[in-house]
């Protein structure tokens, strides 16, 4: 579907490769969860398809946030700090973002009222889609599609 006439075109709302980052790592230690085994950041890097040196600072910054917490030692590394199924998406974007969605017109004075209230309830509605998509969620459908085979 194309934008009215004269109306310019949006291909898509983006987040940042950070924020993919983040939920990347967050998922493979979502997936670890049960072990009790700490993650090591090379590992979990390679498992989710990341850079090692970018992940730690997205670590750094889940780990001020309560979302993982880090162990020293030979057995050190990564664990989450909470139960997969107390962390959602919207947690996680909210760490490295601040917000889920974000959009300039609920601050400007100059935006007609009647937009900001739908940019508002656009921000709502990412906010709970965000917000109701749990870690645990994800790892059992990860489960059910390991589980489903071919013939």
């Known amino acids: 579907m194309s934008a009215p006439k004269g109306w310019p ?3 898509s709302v983006k987040l940042t490769v950070k924020s993919d980052y983040a939920t990347r790592a967050v998922l493979e ?3 670890s969860y049960e072990s009790g085994q700490a993650r090591r950041v090379e590992d979990l890097a390679k498992a989710a398809g990341v850079s090692a040196n970018y992940l730690v600072q997205i670590l750094i910054e889940l780990k001020s946030r309560g979302i993982v917490r880090s162990m020293r030692g030979k057995e050190g590394g990564y664990l989450l700090d909470r139960a997969p199924a107390e962390i959602s998406l919207g947690d996680v974007l909210r760490c490295i ?3 889920v969605f974000d959009a ?3 601050g400007n004075e100059n935006c007609p009222v009647e937009l900001r209230r739908a940019w508002g309830r656009l ?3 990412a906010t709970k889609a965000a917000d109701e998509c749990d870690f645990q969620k994800l790892v059992e459908e990860s489960a059910d599609k390991e589980e489903m085979y071919y013939i």
């Open 123 to 125: 921000q709502q509605a």
């Open 104 to 106: 300039p017109a609920l």
């Open 29 to 31: 230690l979502a997936r």
């Open 9 to 11: 075109t949006v291909r």
């Open 97 to 99: 973002h601040g917000v």
